[in-house]
């Protein structure tokens, strides 16, 4: 286990925009595609960062 704390701080970041973006409902109960794409990419990234910055996983 490693990182920095820039990485755990992107991790936490992230993180919150992952779930917020994909767990978000408007008043009619749909997920606005914005929210999700976004909250998409946010999860790639917390994963990214998580595998390769701090477990040391994956090696590129």
């Known amino acids: 286990m490693g990182g ?19 767990t978000y409902r408007d008043a009619d109960g749909e997920a606005p595609w914005v929210h999700l794409l976004f909250g998409s990419i946010a999860a790639l990234f917390f994963m990214k960062v998580l595998l390769q910055d701090i477990l040391q996983v994956v090696k590129f």
Not at 7 to 21: E, P, Q
Request: aromatic share 16%.
């Open 4 to 22: 920095t704390w820039v990485d755990w701080v992107f991790l936490a970041v992230t993180g919150g925009i992952a779930v917020h973006s994909l």
